[in-house]
């Protein structure tokens, strides 16, 4: 398979009617069932007007992107973003870890990304970051995914 990309994009949400703008990607490189680099970004918004734009960053984060099987908790957002910023690029393909999970474990009580990693055993260990932190989130995929078998 080679490297595989575990993402995960946290935004600022449709508050107050305004676009849900990304404002952190957090990936994490899986090569030979193990995590071998860690990266993060952040991108200027409305909210976070002290970081700069999203596409003026792209070059920086496309290499790590294009071309490589993708792996997010619930595709659905990372995938919605990269479409809109890049509409021509062929992403993936993809691996939905909550997909995944929910068929290997129909009956069990929650498929969040932070349940399934804790009844699993494989809750990510990084100085100063938790749930819902770009950079953590992507760890967590990465490790969910080896543990599913998806990769």
């Not at 009617?17 to 404002?23: D, K, L, M, V, Y």
């Not at 994490?28 to 909210?47: K, Q, S, V």
């Not at 990304?113 to 760890?139: K, N, Q, S």
Request: proline content about 6%; some cysteine; aromatic content about 10%.
């Amino acid at each position: 398979m080679g490297i595989a990309a575990a993402i995960d994009f946290e935004t600022t949400g449709y508050e107050c009617g305004s676009a849900n703008e990304p404002w952190q990607l957090g990936l994490a490189l899986i090569e030979d069932g193990r995590i071998t680099e860690t990266r993060e970004w952040f991108f200027g918004t409305e909210l976070t007007p002290e970081n700069e734009p999203l596409m003026n960053q792209w070059e920086s984060f496309y290499p790590y992107l294009s071309g490589r099987t993708l792996i997010a908790h619930n595709i659905a957002c990372e995938r919605t973003i990269l479409t809109r910023i890049a509409p021509m690029t062929k992403w993936g393909p993809w691996i939905d870890t909550l997909k995944i999970a929910k068929k290997m474990y129909p009956r069990l009580p929650s498929h969040k990304l932070g349940d399934l990693c804790e009844m699993f055993g494989i809750v990510p260990e990084i100085d100063g970051r938790t749930w819902h932190d770009g950079l953590y989130d992507a760890v967590a995929c990465a490790k969910l995914a080896m543990h599913l078998g998806a990769i």
